[in-house]
């Protein structure tokens, strides 16, 4: 069987580590059952202040199940509010305070330990090497005080004087020696014996002892984790009576007679003698009319034309309605499927709940249609009064044409002519570059000895080269080519992989591909073994880049490396999703251990793509606000590209939302709102147009802070207006009116789109229009149709929200109100 004293006798240092560990262990089971007996205390009092808040209901005046049940869910509530703080003192005085103990004799234990294997070493030690040290030193200068008296003695025989107190001598020094040598004799015996007493015994012993005092003690934690399991466990028999208790009272709701003592209570009784209203014609209007006929159509000389007009109003109306109602009730039939097939295919009880939003637009779809129906039967029966009265008087006159608003129009919303289009592609290259990072001039004389004041040694890497950009976009390096002869060198974004000189000269900026070939880099004369070598001689010696073009380098933009990373300073870790240009990573920042995310670009990319992804980069440069999340560096001096921003913990909004829904409160929905509307002022403040703000574009900081993310449709503009055409990637629930139809995006765009954030925000997570497509959702918007109030909305918030989706984007209000009104909110 193995134990301490049989296996672990060379084990001294790792018996010590293994005891700190535990002692660490126990440490972090006290913090835990610390945090548990306060997290236990704190929810026992917020249940039972939950129970004493709750107001009492004003009497119904009929039976109501529903109440009867939640009168009965609040008692036991306050049972389980009372058993709990119980079980939290018990866990306190109990298992708690034992573990304390535990580990202050863990720390004796230990203490004991080190001070009884140091006193058994150093005994151990001082019989078998220091007192045999010892005595054989000594034994070596008696031998050789007995050698030297034995030749001194022989020297005396064979020169026949002093022989005797030579041979005294001798005898005294052999005697000193026999009797050493007898000691230690004597000494090696009693060394071998301790020696094999400590293996076999005393060391053993004590680790046996300590093997001993370790199991009683992992008992001890045993017992003590029990009686934790014990006493924290929901399934005692308190807690499950509580839970029996609540759910015997909601089994008592039944839908089915919920509402029939409502019904007794209010119900009318019909009675014979009061008949239900009808309409009629009123003949009194015609006391005083030349033999008008009741209730009859007049056709004559005067009124045959607005009969006409009459009836052709009626048959394209009523054209119009059939054609509304045919498209709703495929609505309904459509939505009434998805909502069967969601039933069959779910077990849960609690996508019953989700599916509530879905059952209440399909009523107000049946409402609709009922609506339009009641309308087709009116308009043909007022059609088949008017035909009958003209087909009965005359010829029928021929009918005006019958025409149908927007029949005709089958043009896309998006659809734009291919000019315009380019025209719009060029605009948003033109803007997404515009402010783009901007490089701080190096105002060289025409002297190459001012080449290395700027330019670093042409030995050092390419990267490491001041005048080296790496992959930006080739617009972006045009903007930072200013005066003559200003150069840089960058890699092309078409071509990963291949290098570019941009140069501007004569009033225009023109690019060299650096030619590669032979293990050379050149442009059409001497090559070099490096492109810093290359750029070095031409900056220095004024040759011509190409005899054709004239071009020579004069002034080198050096980089701006406020913002500039090499790839090597961040190093990539675990993979967290993938965005609309490539993969993002969670990674480290090397130079200071800061934890970041990296969002890449994929190098088989379209250049634009690339521009509209170094965009983002672009826009939050110029930005520094606790609500908006930071832009740390960009890395371009190779493929594939990265922009290196804070890493926010809590990851997006939306994901947070779903994950978090029963743990969020309402004050705290309030909160993330005020973070949002805080980030938001800021960026109207700059005249930033977000254009894709929205619940999965935000992230959950530290300390629950919300920050704007996701600028990748971003647009900074001067007069606070961006227009666009098309829908393409436009999230179309998301998006105001005006942007759909016109193209025209502004701050109250950005509004509207926060009035939908809100709306996520407190209906936690679900997807806004529940049941419908972007189309229809689109549709009902245009008709006046807004998303009703989430269940966990205050009304104060709902009515910012409904402020928020005003069609007229003049009558919205601005972030800055925004933000006052919800902080005052909060603050109720």
Not at 104 to 113: A, F, G, P, T
Not at 170 to 187: D, G, W
Request: proline fraction near 4%; aromatic fraction near 8%.
């Amino acid at each position: 069987m193995m134990g301490f004293g049989r296996d672990l006798r060379n084990s001294h240092e790792g018996l010590l580590k293994l005891q700190d560990w535990e002692l660490k262990l126990l440490e972090a089971v006290k913090r835990f059952m610390t945090l548990r007996v306060k997290s236990d205390k704190e929810y026992a009092a917020l249940l039972l202040s939950m129970t004493q808040q709750m107001e009492k209901h004003e009497a119904a005046d009929y039976v109501s199940t529903v109440s009867k049940t939640w009168s009965q869910v609040v008692r036991q509530t306050e049972v389980l509010g009372r058993v709990m703080r119980s079980h939290a003192d018990d866990l306190n005085s109990g298992p708690l305070h034992r573990l304390a103990t535990l580990i202050r004799d863990k720390q004796h234990v230990k203490k004991s330990y080190q001070s009884l294997h140091q006193l058994l070493e150093s005994h151990n030690h001082k019989v078998t090497r220091s007192d045999l040290d010892k005595l054989k030193s000594t034994y070596r200068q008696l031998s050789r005080d007995a050698n030297n008296a034995k030749e001194k003695y022989r020297e005396a025989l064979s020169k026949g004087r002093e022989t005797e107190r030579a041979h005294e001598r001798y005898n005294k020094a052999t005697a000193k020696l026999h009797n050493l040598h007898n000691q230690y004799v004597v000494a090696v015996c009693g060394a071998q014996t301790q020696q094999e007493e400590h293996r076999r015994r005393a060391a053993p012993a004590l680790l046996d002892a300590l093997q001993t005092m370790q199991e009683d003690m992992t008992l001890a934690l045993k017992n003590i984790l029990e009686e934790y399991c014990e006493i924290s466990s929901l399934l005692t028999e308190e807690v499950v009576k509580v839970h029996q208790e609540i759910s015997a009272a909601v089994q008592q709701i039944d839908p089915l007679v919920e509402y029939q003592h409502f019904i007794d209570a209010y119900r009318l009784p019909w009675s014979p003698e009061i008949p239900e209203a009808s309409v009629e014609f009123d003949t009194s209007l015609l006391d005083e009319t030349d033999n008008m006929p009741a209730n009859e159509i007049l056709w004559n000389t005067l009124t045959a034309d607005s009969l006409q007009t009459m009836l052709s109003s009626a048959t394209e109306e009523l054209a119009l309605t059939q054609q509304n109602l045919r498209t709703k009730e495929a609505l309904v039939d459509d939505l009434d499927s998805k909502i069967q097939t969601s039933q069959e295919n779910t077990d849960r009880k609690s996508d019953c709940v989700l599916l509530l939003s879905q059952k209440l637009s399909l009523l107000e779809l049946r409402q609709t249609v009922q609506s339009l129906r009641s309308s087709e039967a009116r308009l043909l029966s007022q059609k088949a009064l008017l035909d009958t009265k003209i087909a009965a008087a005359s010829p029928p006159l021929p009918p005006p044409p019958l025409t149908l608003p927007y029949e005709d129009d089958t043009r896309s919303v998006g659809s734009t002519d291919k000019n315009k289009e380019k025209s719009s592609r060029f605009d948003t290259l033109r803007h997404s570059l515009a402010g783009m990072i901007r490089s701080p001039k190096a105002m060289l004389g025409s002297s190459s000895s001012h080449f290395f004041d700027v330019i670093p040694s042409s030995e050092r890497p390419l990267a490491e080269q001041e005048w080296y950009h790496g992959a930006i976009p080739r617009t972006e390096a045009q903007e930072l080519l200013r005066q003559q002869g200003d150069f840089l060198v960058r890699e092309s974004h078409g071509k990963p992989g291949e290098y570019v000189l941009s140069v501007f000269s004569d009033e225009q900026r023109r690019h060299f591909i650096i030619q590669f070939a032979d293990s050379q880099y050149r442009f059409e004369g001497t090559g070099f073994a490096t492109i810093p070598q290359l750029i070095e001689h031409h900056f220095s010696t004024k040759q011509l880049i190409t005899k054709k073009s004239g071009v020579v380098l004069l002034n080198p933009v050096v980089k701006d490396k406020k913002w500039i990373l090499n790839h090597e300073d961040v190093m990539l870790g675990e993979l967290l999703g993938k965005g609309n240009f490539g993969e993002v990573f969670k990674g480290t920042l090397l130079r200071d251990k800061t934890p970041v995310a990296v969002k890449t670009c994929k190098e088989d990319l379209p250049p634009e793509l690339k521009i509209r992804f170094l965009s983002e980069a672009r826009i939050l440069k110029q930005y520094d606000h606790s609500n908006i999340v930071k832009l740390i560096g960009v890395c371009t001096q190779r493929q594939p590209i990265y922009i290196v921003m804070e890493l926010v913990p809590g990851g997006d909004f939306l994901s947070f939302l779903r994950k978090k829904k029963d743990e969020l409160k309402t004050k705290q929905l309030v909160r993330f709102s005020v973070d949002a509307a805080a980030g938001m002022a800021y960026l109207e403040s700059k005249n930033c147009i977000h254009r894709d703000l929205a619940a999965r574009n935000c992230l959950v900081g530290e300390g629950s802070v919300l920050k704007i993310s996701d600028f990748g449709m971003s647009r900074q503009e001067d007069d606070g207006v961006y227009s666009s055409s098309g829908l393409k990637q436009i999230p179309i629930k998301w998006t105001a009116p005006e942007a759909l139809n016109y193209g025209r995006y502004s701050s109250e765009s950005d509004v509207w789109s926060y009035g939908i954030l809100l709306w996520e925000t407190f209906s936690l997570g679900v997807c806004p229009y529940p049941g419908m497509t972007n189309q229809q959702a689109r549709e009902q918007v245009e008709k006046g149709y807004r998303m009703a109030c989430p269940q966990r909305c205050p009304d104060d918030v709902y009515k910012v929200m409904q402020r928020c989706w005003q069609y007229n984007p003049e009558e919205r209000p601005k972030f800055s109100e925004l933000q006052r009104d919800l902080a005052a909110i909060k603050k109720k």
